[in-house]
């Protein structure tokens, strides 16, 4: 089967510019999350979808931050404006809605914000 | 809240065994999981446990102990290619509900000749 796609896989822009990532899962996964991993920690939940519902965005900055998952398959994540403490991997995950299957993550984009 | 502990970094002999713990505190629990992440690339699943004992994979085990919050994953014979960052990760709501994971932050685990 597929993975789970990402792109861009690296961006570099400046400090208050605007960023989009774009997230497609696995065929059939109804839940998405969107992660987030600063170098040499583990991945922070940003925001958790069931199809296209948020079940969860409590760690989401949502001054800056916003996701969506419009038609429950793909979704986007998009920061405005950016921080230089945004600098880090966005890892896309989905899975099935039942035990013991874990994540599927996607191979990230890797933001520089200089 | 939920807190999940893990060595920073371990470093071992290839052809040995290295135990990698993660001690977690969590307001519910349904699962816990180890995930290897090579250096840029993203996580891959390795296991999961949620009830006590062990679970053996090959050379990979893990081990759980709810009443005490307590796991490990053992590595076997190991090979340069196991150099890698560990990650635990534990469900703490129900995961057929839409469970998420909460991470440690990793072990670094260098094998070396």
């Known amino acids: 089967e597929a993975g789970v796609a990402q792109s861009p896989r690296y961006k570099i822009i400046e400090k208050r510019q605007s960023v989009a990532f774009w997230c497609n899962p696995i065929s059939g996964h109804a839940t998405l999350y969107w992660y987030q991993q600063i170098l040499g920690q583990g991945p922070k939940l940003l925001i958790q979808?069931?199809?296209?519902?948020?079940?969860?965005d409590s760690q989401l900055p949502k001054d800056r931050f916003s996701a969506e998952r419009l038609k429950g398959v793909d979704s986007t994540l998009k920061i405005q404006p950016a921080k230089l403490e945004d600098s880090a991997v966005y890892l896309c995950?989905?899975?099935?809605?039942?035990?013991?299957?874990?994540?599927?993550f996607g191979s990230g984009t890797r933001l520089t914000v200089v | 809240g939920q807190n999940i502990d893990q060595p920073t970094e371990m470093t071992a002999t290839e052809g040995a065994i290295v135990q990698i713990n993660c001690t977690y505190q969590t307001s519910g629990f349904n699962g816990l999981f180890w995930y290897q992440q090579h250096a840029g690339e993203a996580p891959t699943f390795l296991s999961y446990n949620v009830l006590d004992g062990l679970e053996e994979k090959g050379r990979f085990s893990s081990f759980l102990s709810r009443s005490k919050g307590y796991s490990y994953l053992l590595l076997k014979e190991l090979q340069m290619k196991d150099s890698a960052s560990y990650l635990c990760?534990?469900?703490?709501?129900?995961?057929?509900?839409?469970?998420?994971?909460?991470f440690g932050q990793g072990t670094e685990l260098s094998v070396k000749p």
């Open positions: 995950a989905s899975s099935f809605p039942g035990v013991g299957y874990g994540y599927t």
């Open positions: 990760a534990v469900s703490g709501v129900i995961y057929n509900q839409g469970g998420k994971l909460i």
């Open positions: 979808f069931q199809n296209n519902g948020v079940v969860d």
